[in-house]
């Protein structure tokens, strides 16, 4: 690559071998530099080079290069910039934000597209200017560069005053983390202010929501307090969640600014009430959800849509029913979007934490939300976890809370909810306070208890789990679906990742019968009406139909209405999974799905070399990972968890019998009986407390030597007295391959 500043490319190069064709590299340096957003593609042999403008489409053989002035002269038609203002794309990156290692962060390719985009609209004269990178992709670090740049070349070219940044935002929470995380560590805490509710014209950059601002829009709101040119930027993040709607307090904050530069940032600008593009503009640059996937920057997600029998056939009250409060429920057939707006069914909420409580359970640690109704719903949710996993409450009470708006300790358990290195809160319960802006970058399980009416709240949803988080075993996520909302997915203005679509039918018990494809009937509506977009309020009043009854349905018009008993059951799950290879929604069947891509990483004979060996079986399950396939999870799936992970992978691709470790053992005893008859007593003692180990406890323990220590062969002696058996440590973890080779030949 060619760069005329840091993070600033005007020129890429593909190189092939000498005897290659030159052109051979044509069509990757195109995309290379289409990605990049750089004039200029060169593909070359190293005798001969191919020279391609993207601006003008011509190609042509060239004998060099072209020199850096040439490249930059190229770059600045390409994006429309004039001479006089292309030195404010060419300012350095800020060097402040550094990750846990101490190195400076650099801003990846998209991020550094971003931030040229962003720059050359506003030194093209844009006053407003919409930027949409997908949750979780850095939108503030990118925002804190473009300050950064904004501000050192007012610093070079009018250094008598200062640059002045506003960031506007609707919640804490949106304000509180870019603070901490990028623009502290970028400028200092000196220059920041965060508007709470007095004005300190003396900083630089300061952090506000617009309720703080606007204080309900009276004549004497904040905002006033400052002139209406004092800031030159106003960044306002989230921009979807109002800042387009003209008789919005946002508006009247981003009016009264008018004369600043507005960069509106989103993952999701359009929806039905608010339109986003109509205020700011079309997007300078998209970098989408299902890019970030691809690109490995996002964290590619499972879908499991479970189908509980009163969402899939309907809930109709015997006649005469009484709720909860001695009122008679009137008759007919509830659905999915009656449930907890028109009718609590309580014991719908506790099948779903039965089965939820079921699959958690596999790692207790691991970070979910789950999105109920409302608050009550949120609280319900919270009580029948707790009555379903009364050893985890034991051991952590805050192994599972509810976090909404009315909570009194709201702060401190987000706080410690989306802070990586708590251990609790593990599971939270909400409605609408942790549909965005929300970072969780440990989150592995996002549940919809609840209908989402809305694309842009359920990408918003879907985001809060699409960041990775590999220190903590993050590399995906599961979404749970109990109410059908993930048929958003198949919606055509969704831009996610391709999936795959298969449903498997359970039995009461939660066994699976069969599996079936699922064929979509080209429907796209969810599963309910509309609902709102998604607001930093939770919804209100608790008690209240949140919409009107139709008319003559005989449905009671104000409280909601109660009822604890009910027999219900998981009657089928549906799983959509990350399909690598497609660039679009597949349909296909989830054994099948898997079958491929463990086939796919070699025949039988090849999967058992693999297995056999430490390395290369990390490696087999690093790569099953990437494409989505956790092999333990599989082994349980499977219900094979008395058998060897290999066993499994068979079982799944080439349908072999599955045999449990303890036949594994049994027939290694017999294989090589001879063998361990050979060893002296001592000997063959440790080489049967291995296996012993294994079949009890499987092939993970036999990797490592702190095996050794552990029982039946702590029992045997030290590590120190089982090498001087087999005469020194070196043969002793010799064993260790020994005894996996026996049972993986077996």
Not at 228 to 249: K, T, W
């Amino acid at each position: 690559m060619l760069e005329a500043a840091p993070g600033l490319m005007t020129a890429v190069v593909e190189a092939k071998r000498e005897y290659r064709a030159a052109s051979d590299g044509l069509q990757q340096a195109l995309r290379y530099a289409q990605q990049l957003d750089v004039p200029l593609a060169y593909a070359t042999n190293g005798v001969e080079i191919i020279e391609h403008n993207l601006r003008t489409g011509r190609e042509r053989r060239v004998s060099e290069f072209a020199a850096p002035a040439v490249a930059w002269d190229e770059y600045q038609l390409l994006h429309r910039l004039q001479t006089a203002d292309s030195g404010l794309v060419r300012q350095p990156l800020n060097r402040g934000r550094r990750n846990a290692a101490g190195e400076v962060i650099t801003p990846r390719y998209y991020q550094a597209v971003a931030i040229n985009r962003v720059l050359a609209a506003i030194a093209r004269g844009d006053r407003r200017v919409l930027l949409l990178m997908a949750t979780g992709t850095g939108k503030t670090f990118t925002a804190m560069q473009i300050v950064a740049k904004l501000r050192a070349y007012e610093a070079a070219v009018r250094p008598q005053r200062n640059y002045r940044v506003l960031y506007l935002a609707d919640r804490d929470q949106l304000l509180s983390q870019p603070m901490r995380k990028d623009f502290t560590p970028a400028f200092g805490g000196e220059l920041l202010n965060r508007v709470r509710g007095g004005v300190d014209t003396s900083r630089e950059i300061y952090f506000a929501t617009y309720q703080a601002l606007a204080a309900g829009g009276d004549r004497d709101s904040l905002f006033e307090a400052f002139r209406p040119d004092f800031f030159d930027l106003v960044i306002v993040d989230e921009c979807h969640r109002g800042s387009a709607e003209e008789n919005s307090a946002w508006r009247a904050v981003l009016d009264y600014f008018a004369d600043a530069v507005q960069l509106g940032l989103t993952a999701t600008p359009r929806s039905d009430r608010v339109n986003s593009y109509d205020y700011f503009g079309n997007p300078v640059y998209r970098y989408t959800l299902r890019q970030g996937i691809e690109d490995g920057f996002l964290a590619p997600y499972r879908v499991r849509r479970v189908m509980l029998s009163p969402d899939a056939e309907g809930w109709e009250p015997a006649p005469g029913l009484l709720d909860r409060l001695g009122r008679e429920v009137p008759e007919g057939v509830y659905s999915t979007r009656d449930f907890e707006r028109v009718v609590a069914l309580l014991a719908r909420t506790q099948l779903a934490a039965r089965h939820l409580s079921g699959i958690l359970r596999r790692d207790p640690t691991a970070r979910c939300i789950v999105f109920c109704v409302d608050t009550e719903h949120a609280d319900e949710m919270r009580r029948a976890l707790v009555d379903e996993n009364p050893d985890l409450i034991a051991t952590d009470p805050e192994w599972v809370v509810r976090i909404v708006g009315i909570e009194g300790e709201k702060e401190r358990l987000l706080g410690d909810f989306t802070d990586p290195d708590k251990i609790s809160p593990v599971v939270a319960t909400t409605s609408r306070l942790l549909s965005t802006g929300v970072d969780v970058e440990d989150l592995k399980f996002v549940v919809l208890f609840r209908p989402v009416g809305s694309m842009v709240e359920f990408k918003q949803i879907i985001g809060r789990g699409t960041r990775l988080f590999p220190d903590k075993g993050k590399t995906s996520f599961e979404i749970i679906d109990y109410v059908g909302a993930t048929v958003l997915f198949e919606d055509p203005a969704f831009d996610g990742y391709p999936t795959d679509i298969t449903r498997e039918v359970v039995d009461a018990d939660g066994a699976v019968v069969r599996a079936e494809p699922v064929v979509p009937d080209g429907e796209r509506s969810v599963t309910g009406e509309p609902l709102d977009d998604p607001s930093v309020e939770e919804p209100v009043p608790e008690f209240e139909v949140l919409d009107p009854p139709e008319a003559g349905s005989g449905r009671p018009p104000g409280r909601k209405l109660y009822v604890d008993d009910g027999d219900f059951r998981v009657v089928g799950e549906a799983r959509l999974v990350p399909d690598v290879a497609s660039g679009r929604l597949l349909l296909t069947e989830y054994g099948a799905w898997v079958r491929e891509r463990i086939a796919a990483e070699g025949d039988e004979d090849t999967l058992r070399e693999r297995w056999s060996r430490v390395p290369s079986r990390h490696a087999l399950a690093s790569s099953l990972e990437a494409q989505g396939i956790d092999v333990d999870s599989l082994v349980e799936s499977a219900g094979l968890t008395d058998s060897d992970p290999l066993d499994a992978l068979l079982q799944v691709a080439w349908n072999r019998p599955a045999r449990t470790r303890s036949e594994r053992v049994r027939q290694v005893r017999q294989q090589h009986a001879a063998e361990l008859a050979a060893q002296t007593a001592e000997a063959r003692a440790v080489l049967e407390g291995l296996l012993a180990r294994y079949e009890e406890f499987g092939v993970t323990d036999l990797e490592t030597t702190e095996v050794f220590r552990l029982e039946p062969l702590g029992d045997l002696g030290s590590p120190v007295d089982l090498a001087r058996i087999f005469g020194g440590g070196d043969v002793l973890r010799a064993q260790l391959e020994r005894v996996q080779s026996w049972l993986y030949a077996a």
